[in-house]
């Protein structure tokens, strides 16, 4: 009677005869690839032109890849938008709250939102994001939502600072962070999104602003 030869499945065959498990450094960079050759494409041609396989050609990877990293198509859309808002592109305030005058950390806090909301790259992303809003619904209004989310976080950590130095009284900073931006950035994103012009803020304007949170916010609940 003839033996049987059973062939190596697949995953023992990839445990004896394959590459090393690859390091979490090399994995990271391997999503970032991922993210970046998605943003590019989604941003020139539409999300819902460009396929995974795609992507994944222009990465490097397989589409398998993608699952395992980052997830399905709509995992995808997250991750570049998440990945080029709040936290990114790379937008940390650059401010010194130690020892400074609260009126120049706000005015400095300002501008810096000012130029994070018209950065052309993230405004071409939102264009490219509300362009799927009538097919995704749901995955556009979450990515809104978080990205703002987290760029408020980012405000309210200044807020504490402030806080704890005795500047402000006790708040809310999360609201306070919503109230800051509205009164200093408003709608400027947005606008220049729709490809609307939009001028960025002197001086005197951002002065103008930045009193106002003072003495219609703070103040009021000081």
């Known amino acids: 009677m003839m033996s049987r030869i059973v062939a ?24 970032g690839r991922i993210l970046e050759a998605a943003t590019q494409m989604f941003v020139e041609r539409g999300f819902s032109s460009v396929t995974l396989s795609e992507v994944g050609a222009a990465a490097g990877v397989t589409k398998k890849t993608i699952y ?38 706000l005015h400095k806090m300002a501008r810096q939102l000012i130029e994070h909301s018209l950065d052309k790259r993230l ?46 009284p006790p708040l809310d900073t999360i609201t306070a962070a919503r109230m800051f931006y509205d009164a200093t950035v408003g709608t400027r994103g947005f606008r220049a999104a729709l490809g609307a012009p939009v001028e960025r803020a002197d001086d005197d304007e951002i002065a103008m602003r930045v009193t106002m949170f003072l003495k219609g916010y703070i103040e009021q609940i000081a």
Request: with cysteine.
């Open 8 to 31: 190596p499945s697949a995953s023992a065959e990839h445990r004896t005869r394959g590459r090393p498990p690859l390091s979490s450094d090399a994995l990271s960079l391997r999503r």
């Open 68 to 105: 395992e990293l980052v997830g399905d198509k709509d995992a995808l859309f997250r991750a570049v938008c998440n990945s080029m808002r709040a936290e990114g592109p790379s937008f940390r305030f650059e401010i010194a709250t130690e020892d400074s005058d609260p009126s120049d950390v």
């Open 123 to 168: 405004t071409t992303l939102e264009r490219a994001v509300m362009a799927e809003a009538t097919q995704r619904e749901a995955a556009v209004s979450e990515v809104i939502t978080e990205g703002r989310d987290n760029l408020f976080r980012v405000i309210a950590r200044l807020f504490d600072a402030l806080i704890e130095r005795g500047v402000f």
